[in-house]
Every structure is written in C-alpha cells, then in structure tokens.
C-alpha cells in the first residue's frame, strides 16, 4: 500500500474459500469493480450489472476477442478476463511432489490453491512480490509459517507498510 501504511484489513476482510469437493468449474474473484457485459469484448453492450472486489464468480467458458480473455460467468453475462483472479483446478499433484498435500501458487492470476488427497481444500487470492522481491517460480518446501507478519519497504521511492498481513509462508 504505498505511502498510507494501510492494514489488510482496511483494504479487504476477504479470506478465501474452504471447499469439501473440487467444483465442476472453474472460478474466481474481481480485482476491482467490473461491468458486465452481454457479450465477450469491448464492443457489446453492458447488462446493468457490476462485479465488486472479492466477488466470487463462476467461469463457465472463455473466448478470446481481440486478443483479449474474456470469462462467461452466466448466460450472456461475460467479464474481462485481465480484471479476474482465476484459479483453475487441478487436483492431480504436480511432478516432484511426494506427499498427498501440496500448494498452487499461480503467478499469473494471483492466487493460491491448497490440495490433499487430490481434492481443492482452499483457495484464496495473493499478492506474490514484485521486482527485486519477486516470487520465483518452482517447486519448494514450506520452511516458515507466521500467522501475522508485518511487510515493509523502507525505499523512499516505493515505500510500502503492511501491518498483520494473514498467513505467510516463506519457501525461499
């Protein structure tokens, strides 16, 4: 939160989803407000409707328009893909893992997908770090876990300050 030194808690009491079977669909939450649109792309008309930040919505389908990823989340209703954290599900574990509990982090969409015994049991949204404390990419064990930790950056340039963000988890 640069220069305000917000909490998490001003920005969003969001969580996250528990689950106790893996949905049919995929799904996922609006980063800010978005309208609704009759059709996928920029072009078609909107429905009245709003997406709020957090908002769950189902994916049924995608279609690509322009170049753009565009997510149907009801009859003739479709939202712009690039303003929704999707997570996919895929509760095959991944090469390498060797035990039946495993964390997705997907960097592209922001979020976090927890397995066990091949099954979704939760999924959330993240904030993974950007240049020069970015998150790297790969398959990592779990070394730290903080149920609060406060998150600074003393840069004048790009001072940020984050008091009792939720359970992290250092891997690297």
Do not use: C
């Not at 969409?109 to 404390?133: C, D, W």
């Not at 903080?146 to 992290?168: A, G, H």
């Amino acid at each position: 939160i640069p220069g305000k030194g917000a909490r998490v808690s001003e920005i969003s009491n969001f969580q996250g989803l528990v689950f106790t079977a893996n949905p049919h669909n995929s799904f996922g939450w609006a980063f800010e407000q978005i309208p609704v649109m009759t059709a996928p792309g920029y072009n078609a008309g909107t429905t009245g409707k709003q997406i709020h930040p957090f908002q769950t919505v189902t994916i049924y389908n995608t279609q690509t328009v322009e170049n753009e990823e565009w997510y149907m989340i009801g009859p003739d209703q479709w939202l712009e893909g690039r303003k929704v954290a999707r997570v996919i599900i895929n509760a095959t574990a991944p090469e390498g893992i060797t035990i039946n509990r495993w964390i997705d982090v997907d960097l592209a969409e922001q979020t976090l997908a927890v397995y066990e015994n091949n099954q979704l049991i939760f999924a959330t949204v993240i904030a993974s770090g950007l240049e020069p404390f970015w998150t790297r990419p790969g398959l990592f064990q779990i070394f730290q876990k903080k149920e609060t930790e406060t998150m600074r950056n003393n840069d004048p340039n790009d001072f940020y300050y984050l008091d009792n963000v939720p359970w992290t988890m250092y891997f690297d």
